[in-house]
């Protein structure tokens, strides 16, 4: 009797427990709706200690101009993904995160990208991360990052904004997929070229036999005449069917060639992005050096006629440029740079020369 009373005990303990979350949960609810939004509080994180790339009062301004009503708005018909998904558009916004307080407020915090590279070169106006990740210039954006200028310009279009890698691999992905639908129209010339080696063979396997036995035997004056005649109409069936031969595989060499353009084009792309990824390496490279992070305002980048990419340099010293070349035994220019700046310049005058080349072996070559 006592265990049985134990358990309605018990029982009823649980559905007072429940009674009152339910209550709690319909007042908490009911209170939400009630309640509506008496205040939007915008923080920006500052990912970055070179400046700023957005301030509270533009993503204000977004919001309004994207025509979403927030002041005065009951709490629960807010929808807080919507307002994550318009202000992460913006490529220089790196993750965005909405909430509400129960007071009636509305917070979002926003983590700005950490811009590595100012890109002002080949039409572009924008800024790039370390990771590659590329976005055009905020207005007014104060930012204190090298620059980049020259004819030089990432493997994407003006005005592209995303992730450097993922754009090369869809590009590459769209290629492939091409190379496999070239590869699919070379099979019909396949069966073609197949059918016509068939009849070639054929013509080639041809006899002519002797007509009659015994009797109405054909002479050999008349046997003769049929075999010139038979060896003019195989050179001639050869001659036309070698003709359609080559015109076949003409069609699959141009598919072939079509596939080797496509092929050159994926290798051209990865080196590109191989370069840019080498460019974002080596400014962070300068970037890490307290001197260099001084001196050196400007990068100019050209690619030469047989790509490659090399770099020059505007220092803040002096009135001359630095060809630096290509961005390869970086440790090795920058250390006779370095030594050149200590030694050779207080020597020789900082004003001297117009250039200043560290392109080749062994020496630095002034003009």
Known sequence: ??????????????????????????????????????????????????????????????????????????????????????LTRNGFVADVRAYLREEGV???????RRPMLRLLSGGMNGYATREGYIFSTPPRSSLYV??????YRPPVEVGFNGLLREEVDRRLAAMDSLIVVLEREKYPHYLAEKQNNRRLDSVRRY????????????TDEEFDKRVEEARAQKAAARRHLRYIS????????????????????????????????????????????????????EIEAV????GALELSFIPRSGRFTIRFGRLEE?????DK???????????LGWDRYREVDVRFSDRVVCR
């Open 246 to 297: 080559r015109q076949i595989q003409g069609r699959i060499d141009r598919l072939s060639d079509r596939q080797e353009m496509l092929r050159g084009e994926q290798k051209k792309l990865e080196k590109y992005y191989e370069d840019f990824m080498k460019l974002l390496t080596f400014v962070e490279h300068i970037e890490n050096d307290a001197f260099w992070r001084s001196e050196i305002v």
């Open 1 to 86: 009797m006592q265990k049985i009373l134990r358990i309605v005990l018990i029982c009823l303990l649980w559905a007072v427990v429940a009674a009152y979350v339910f209550y709690a949960a319909t007042r908490s609810r009911t209170a939400r709706t009630m309640r509506k939004v008496q205040e939007i509080r915008i923080e920006v994180m500052d990912s970055t200690s070179q400046g700023s790339l957005v301030e509270a009062r533009e993503v204000r301004e977004q919001l309004r101009r994207s025509g979403i009503k927030l002041t005065n708005r009951p709490l629960d018909s807010v929808d807080l993904q919507r307002i994550e998904t318009i």
């Open 207 to 218: 006899r002519l036999k002797r007509r009659g036995f015994l009797i109405n035997r054909e």
């Open 146 to 151: 090298p620059v980049l200028t020259g004819d």
């Open 303 to 306: 690619r030469t006629s047989g």
């Open 106 to 112: 509305l917070c979002i915090a926003l983590n700005q």
């Open 337 to 347: 740079l370095s030594r050149f700046y200590r030694k050779g310049l207080p020597t």
């Open 330 to 334: 970086v440790e090795y220019k920058l």
